[in-house]
């Protein structure tokens, strides 16, 4: 099968070689070098930085459905395009380019999580269980009739950087399956149900915030789904401070109220909820290297609380 992949992120570098394996791949398309840092040096995506390892052929267009790229797809004459964590939208011009279709590896299972952000938000809403889908691309955004979908627990305290790497592994082994079903014929495309529907859209610094008015549980899912970006954040005075890493605990809040900070004698860095405490095992003030809880402790003062 003559395949193209499109691709830009980390989550699809897995995907990349085991297509580049099985089936051999025509072109690579990712998205440009782009300026990254304080120093705005120009960072390799991912993709291309795999691609190039592997000997294949490597295009960065900054537009995929600029008339020129088309023509080039065109050109190329690929049975089935691949895409995952790409970055752009993709037109009727290049999805229906292949005869077998252009299919995205989504991490989610839709039609839930539709959008740019599935593996964050499936953690920060609470959900014990995500997956993978393939299916094929179409106007919408992430409505494509579904080809197949193979789920994944999400572990009570992974975070969605870890969680990421898993699915990864598990789209890469979802596109082979999904391939290998298309060329059999046993794989029939199945409209995503009309229920269930939700999104996942692209992450702001504002979604960090956390509101210690939630519930312990709450806060917890918001700090593991925010990493490693935007990271979940608090202020402490007009101070900001991130919180990395964090535990539930079970303990009720008493009388500590909402932000509140539990007295210094507990050695742990407790702070209440709208229903208990959390632990936060690893934070970090503005400027400064990032602390253990135990140590961010000394010198607070006893009325000091996070809003």
């Known amino acids: 099968m003559r395949i193209v992949f499109l691709g830009t992120a980390g989550f699809a570098c897995p995907a990349l070689e085991g297509l580049a394996v099985r089936h051999g791949l025509a ?6 070098d782009r300026p990254a840092g304080r120093g705005g040096k120009l960072r390799r995506p991912p993709v291309k930085s795999s ?11 900054e537009r995929i459905n600029a008339p020129e790229i088309v023509e080039r797809l ?14 752009q939208i993709l037109r009727p011009r290049v999805f229906g380019i292949p005869p077998l279709g252009t299919i995205n590896i989504h991490a989610s299972l839709l039609p839930a999580y539709r959008g740019a952000a599935p593996v964050q938000w499936a953690i920060v809403r609470g959900e014990r269980t995500t997956g993978i889908t393939t299916f094929l691309i179409d106007a919408g955004m992430d409505t494509g009739e579904a080809l197949l979908r193979r789920e994944l627990p ?3 305290d ?31 495309p199945i409209p995503q149900p009309e229920e269930g529907v939700s999104y996942a859209p692209m992450l702001t610094r ?8 939630l519930s312990a549980s709450a806060v917890h899912d918001l700090v593991r789904g925010t990493v490693p970006w935007p990271g979940a954040w608090t202020t402490l005075g007009s101070e900001r401070v991130k919180v990395h890493r964090s535990a539930r605990t079970g303990i009720s ?17 407790l702070v209440g909820c709208g229903d208990g405490l959390i632990e936060l095992l690893e934070v970090q003030r503005e400027g400064r290297p990032r602390v253990e809880g135990c140590a961010f402790l000394h010198g607070l003062r006893e009325a000091d609380r996070f809003v």
């Open 206 to 213: 504002d979604a960090g915030r956390i509101d210690w008015a």
């Open 253 to 269: 809040s008493g009388r500590i109220p909402p932000g509140g900070i539990a007295p210094a004698e507990t050695e742990r860095l």
């Open 51 to 61: 691609a190039e390892e592997l000997g294949l052929s490597v295009i960065q267009p």
């Open 154 to 156: 999400i572990g009570p």
């Open 158 to 188: 992974e975070t969605a950087l870890e969680l990421e790497r898993r699915l990864a592994e598990l789209g890469a082994s979802a596109i082979l399956e999904t391939l290998d079903g298309i060329e059999a014929g046993s794989l029939v």
């Open 74 to 87: 065109i050109d190329v004459a690929p049975d089935a395009i691949v895409v995952a964590a790409y970055g």
């Open 27 to 32: 072109l690579v398309v990712t998205q440009p």
